[in-house]
Structures are given as structure tokens and as C-alpha cells.
């Protein structure tokens, strides 16, 4: 049995212009995909595509198979039992992507009254359920408060909760970290690797930040300008990058010795723990 959950083949997006140009990516159970690159790199229109949540002037061609659905082209109404049910999305500030003015049982238990047909006691046990998984502390009486009522770190970890509630088989995550403190990005990290593992998830990580790519990501790609420039698994790219823009976005992490080919003196690319290791320093500071 395949361990690709989801396929995206040739996918081009185009938005007055063309944005994203064929790019091809697989998303496998229980492994963490990244997907880097600079803002307006397409990056984030690419995780957009796969839910449908693209602008209505967007026009897209290739393929984006979830098991033997296609999902490009698909209805609305079908797409809509896919969402939170087989595909669920966390968002890079949580405090948008929760309704101030609904509880965070509310907002927990509404998926699954929709898509699992759970009702009142069995919706909330699996919701304190869900919280206890994501680490909020005090679960049970989380569930009457409110998401003003906790940490930037702690809304995330309820964002996550949301997203897991229907537990869904692919689970975007679109710079999860960066609204948030730097002393709270490698707690919200380690929880998206652990639950890749844990529950045999496909996992889609965008980020700007190869310092966050380095801390879970199993493979990387790296986009510029709508194309995916380099791909490897996260040792070899960060040991031996060949292409010139992924040396650059390395070289700008913080207390990197990786020279980009135009500055390059005698001093040799760091091996992969090495690379490893500044990265996730750089994260942690």
C-alpha cells in the first residue's frame, strides 16, 4: 500500500498572471514535507489550491489527488466534506483563525458535530480529549473560555486542536510559528513533528524560515518565483545545497558558515549536523 496521501502533478496557478508553474509535490503518511521560499514565492497559493480557498479570479490546471479524489475542479459541496475531515489546515495567526466570540469547546466540537455526527458529551470528551493532546494546560475548563483568554502559544495549540478534530489524513500548516514569540516557536514545532508521527500524518509545513524547516521537516523543496528550484530530504539539502538560491536562504540564517557561491572563500559547507544544529539554534533564540 502506497504511503502517498496526497499528490499534486503539473499544478499551475494563475491570478491576472501566472504564479505557480507546474510544480509537483507528494505528501506520505506519518512525514513532514517542506515547503520554502521568500514571500511571493507561491508557496502558500500552492496550500491554498489543495483546500479550494484560492481567489475566485485564480485559474489552476495539473492535479491534486487526495487517495483517488481529485480535488482540482472538484464541487463545492464535496469539497466541503474533504475540508476538516480528510484535510485540515492550521493558519499562521491563530488569532484570526479563531472566532473571538465563540468558546473554545464551541469551535472544537462544531467540526465534529458536522462532520463526525458527535453530540453533547462525546463531542466534549473527545474535545478535552484533543487539548490534552495539544498540551493545554487545564483542559476540561478550557472549553468554557475564550481565545483571548490564552497565550499566542496556547491559541496555536487550539488552532491545531481544531484542525485534528475529525482526524483528518493531510494537515497543512502555513507558517505556523512565525506570529508568534521565538521562545514558544520550538514547543509548537515539536508537537506538529510528534503528531506526524503519532497519528500517521501527512504533514505540509510552509515557512520563509529554513531555520523552522530544519527543526521537523523530513524533506524540503524549495520554491522562487512559482518553481521548485531544489528538493531533497533535510540532511543532504542543508549539507550540500546545489542551487544557488537555496544557498542564499541558508546563508542568512543566523550564525551560518554557508557561503553562497559569489562570496565563496576557502571555508568549506558545514555538514549536516552542523547545519542542523545552527539552524535549530537559530530558532531557539
Do not use: W
Not at 504564479?19 to 506519518?30: K, P, T
Not at 531533497?232 to 543566523?254: I, M, N, S, V, W
Amino acid at each position: 500500500m502506497s504511503s502517498i496521501v496526497l499528490s499534486i502533478r503539473d499544478l499551475q496557478i494563475s491570478i491576472g498572471r501566472p504564479l505557480v508553474h507546474g510544480i509537483s509535490l507528494d505528501l506520505e503518511r506519518g512525514r513532514v514535507q517542506g515547503l520554502a521560499g521568500e514571500s511571493g514565492s507561491g508557496k502558500t497559493l500552492t496550500s491554498l489550491a489543495v483546500l479550494g480557498l484560492l481567489p475566485r479570479k485564480a485559474t489552476t490546471s495539473g492535479s491534486i489527488l487526495l487517495g483517488d479524489d481529485e480535488l482540482l475542479g472538484m464541487p463545492r459541496r464535496a469539497l466541503n466534506r474533504v475540508r476538516g475531515k480528510r484535510i485540515a489546515m492550521v493558519f499562521q495567526d491563530p488569532s484570526a483563525s479563531l472566532h473571538p466570540q465563540l468558546t473554545v469547546g464551541k469551535q472544537l466540537t462544531d467540526h465534529m458535530r458536522v462532520h463526525l455526527g458527535l453530540r453533547d458529551k462525546v463531542a466534549d470528551a473527545r474535545a478535552i480529549e484533543l487539548l490534552e493532546t495539544v498540551q493545554v494546560p487545564r483542559a476540561a475548563e478550557s472549553l468554557g473560555r475564550y481565545p483571548h483568554q490564552f497565550s499566542g502559544g496556547q491559541r496555536q495549540r487550539i488552532a491545531i486542536a481544531c484542525a485534528l478534530a475529525c482526524d483528518p489524513n493531510v494537515l497543512l500548516a502555513d507558517e505556523p510559528t512565525t506570529a508568534l514569540d521565538v521562545t514558544v516557536q520550538a514547543g509548537i514545532l515539536q508537537l506538529l513533528r510528534d503528531l506526524a508521527v503519532e497519528r500517521d500524518l501527512a504533514v505540509l509545513l510552509v515557512t520563509h524560515d529554513l531555520g523552522v524547516m530544519s527543526a521537523i521537516a523530513d524533506d524540503v523543496a524549495v520554491m522562487k518565483d512559482g518553481r521548485i528550484v531544489e528538493r531533497a530530504d533535510r540532511a543532504t539539502l542543508f549539507a550540500a545545497p546545489q542551487d544557488e538560491y537555496t544557498r542564499t536562504l541558508l546563508a542568512a540564517l543566523p550564525g551560518s558558515r554557508l557561503e553562497t557561491d559569489a562570496d565563496a572563500g576557502s571555508e568549506a559547507a558545514p555538514t549536516a549536523a552542523e547545519a542542523d544544529a545552527v539552524a535549530e539554534g537559530a530558532g531557539d533564540e
